[in-house]
């Protein structure tokens, strides 16, 4: 080779070398951007990946944020864990070391025990009774029921879907579910569903679901439409019952030592562009969770949706549920019930 080619080629490595270090840091910790000049740089966290409807909400309020403040304020939104995982996460909100993460109703219910009452099943009778809840007074004092104490504000709900069955076998009736194995979050609520519904509870990582499926550990597991089918479920388990026992929403939570930083325009501001992303947010799970249901059925799977009859019989196998919690907040459920 001529010391040339050889030149040449040395100055190609280097080049790559160079891209690839500019490249690492996305997945390696994310330090916090240096804001230029007056600008304010604020960080918002969460776990799902780019494209979801999640992360499409939070692209949607970090411009909202930009545009009103005149690019004065600039939030940088990570997907994908990259600033760790949810308990982690929340712990660096507290401290102020994270400004904003969307975080699930579960974990948030341990700083804002009045949600819990939204993690009663079949609570909500459709999505839009669901969604008037939330967008209504009943919503906005269970946000302001946080515990100060922990430094969070909780500003706005996002959607994560409805919680539904889906199982290897065919699930039309409460008696069809009797027995089966079934995945679930490792909580007391969740093993208490499963007592009341007789099923089996086996909790499990969401990870192993897949396999668990395919090698019979488990007959079944639950959660949305749309995460049944972009965690490829609709190839193991060909059938999708349509109960909706479950409608609890992700919580946009801030750091209440960065909302005490910011001036009173610019923390309206927040909470203005959080309203108007929870609409951006929710149009996406609509047309994913109906681009998700067509794949399935296109895929050979069974959607059952359960009739009144068939719902109500859910419904009654869970009353037990609520005597616990109906002792601290029965004036809320009745409410929500009420709301039509």
Request: with cysteine; hydrophobic share 45%; charged share 20%.
């Amino acid at each position: 080779m001529s010391k040339k080619c050889i030149v040449l080629v040395i100055a190609v490595l280097f080049l790559i070398s160079v891209g690839a270090g500019f490249a690492a840091p996305a997945t390696q910790g994310a330090p916090a951007p240096k804001p230029t000049g007056n600008q304010i740089v604020l960080r918002l966290s969460n776990l799902a990946s780019e494209g979801y409807p999640t992360i499409i909400g939070a692209r949607a309020f970090a411009q909202i944020v930009e545009k009103e403040t005149k690019g004065r304020v600039k939030v940088m939104v990570y997907p994908n864990a990259v600033l760790g995982q949810e308990k982690a996460v929340m712990e660096q909100l507290q401290f102020g070391a994270i400004d904003f993460a969307i975080l699930n109703g579960g974990l948030v219910s341990t700083v804002m025990d009045q949600l819990n009452v939204f993690q009663l099943p079949y609570i909500f009778k459709s999505y839009a009774q669901a969604w008037k809840v939330f967008d209504g007074p009943i919503g906005s004092n269970i946000l302001a029921s946080i515990d100060k104490s922990q430094n969070l504000e909780a500003l706005g709900y996002y959607d994560s879907g409805s919680r539904c069955f889906y199982t290897k076998k065919p699930v039309k009736s409460l008696a069809d579910l009797k027995g089966l194995k079934i995945r679930v979050v490792q909580s007391a609520l969740f093993m208490d569903m499963a007592k009341n519904l007789e099923f089996s509870a086996t909790p499990m990582d969401v990870g192993e679901i897949y396999s668990g499926l395919q090698t019979g550990v488990i007959d079944g597991a639950e959660n949305s439409m749309l995460f049944y089918v972009s965690n490829n479920h609709d190839e193991v388990a060909k059938y999708f019952l349509e109960d909706n026992h479950m409608r609890l929403p992700d919580v946009f939570l801030a750091s209440a030592a960065t909302m005490n930083k910011l001036s009173v325009k610019d923390r309206n501001i927040i909470r203005m562009a959080v309203k108007e992303s929870e609409k951006v947010d929710r149009a996406a799970w609509i047309n994913q969770e109906k681009t998700a249901k067509a794949k399935a059925l296109a895929a050979g799977c069974t959607v059952t949706t359960l009739d009144s009859k068939g719902i109500a019989a859910f419904q009654k196998a869970t009353v037990p549920m609520y005597n616990e919690v109906s002792q601290k907040y029965g004036s809320i459920i009745k409410k929500i019930q009420n709301t039509k």
